[in-house]
């Protein structure tokens, strides 16, 4: 089966720079994503990463290590509207090859003042 | 572009009531469709995909049933519900393609159930 851990909760000050771990452990792998949530809305889709190394996209990053079966998302110059829960995912293939997206525990982002 | 509706937003039942949850997407043909649960403060689980019409993968035995009567229409269904069936029910759509490299799922709204 599949497994995503992450930490349940982080808090952060507002302009500072926060990570983000996940690990997984998959039958089969194709990539990491990273999906936001805030409170009582749908998830929408951040990053994603299929190769070892570094993506950025704005004050976002996420980063992949396939041998170690980890991940990372990076925000920096954090703002108050990034409080929000943050879910990594893996597309992985089913018997028939076919991918589903599995999702992490989630981690639950606050920013302070 | 492409859209996803899914309704309704909120939903109150009684225990032993029916349920009947629809999503349809439109904008694009043939894609992956998924119900996932979500309780108050967790994950998103996921409980069905679907890779075409008829087509249903369960992913936890439960209380819940799915199918895809057509293309792009998703129904989670269950005769009886539980208490435990409360929850925040998101149905969601990517790119069907074996070995594709797209990752992104889009999300409807979704419907947040209370069982009573």
């Known amino acids: 089966g599949q497994s995503l851990e992450q930490p349940s909760e982080v808090t952060a000050v507002e302009g500072a720079i926060v990570q983000i771990n996940c690990t997984y452990q998959?039958?089969?792998?194709?990539?990491l994503s990273w999906y936001q949530q805030h409170d009582g809305g749908a998830p929408t889709f951040l990053s994603y990463n299929a190769l070892d190394g570094l993506e950025e996209t704005g004050r976002f990053s996420s980063f992949l290590s396939r041998s170690d079966s980890y991940g990372y998302l990076l925000l920096q110059e954090l703002q108050m509207k990034d409080s929000a829960s943050y879910f990594c995912?893996?597309?992985?293939?089913?018997?028939?090859?076919?991918?589903?997206?599995?999702f992490g525990t989630g981690t639950k982002l606050q920013v302070i003042p | 572009s492409q859209t996803i509706h899914q309704w309704p937003a909120t939903l109150v039942q009684p225990v032993g009531s029916p349920l009947s949850l629809e999503c349809t997407v439109e904008g694009t043909s043939n894609p992956n469709l998924y119900w996932y649960r979500q309780a108050a403060g967790r994950g998103l689980q996921l409980l069905f995909y679907s890779v075409g019409i008829g087509q249903i993968s369960s992913e936890v035995p439960q209380n819940l049933s799915a199918s895809r009567p057509q293309d792009r229409q998703f129904i989670l269904s269950s005769k009886k519900l539980l208490l435990s069936d409360s929850g925040f029910y998101l149905c969601?759509?990517?790119?069907?393609?074996?070995?594709?490299?797209?990752?992104?799922?889009?999300f409807g709204q979704g419907t947040r159930l209370t069982v009573v």
């Open positions: 969601a759509w990517s790119v069907m393609a074996v070995g594709t490299q797209d990752t992104e799922a889009f």
């Open positions: 995912a893996v597309r992985d293939p089913d018997s028939g090859g076919y991918q589903k997206v599995t």
């Open positions: 998959t039958s089969g792998f194709y990539g």
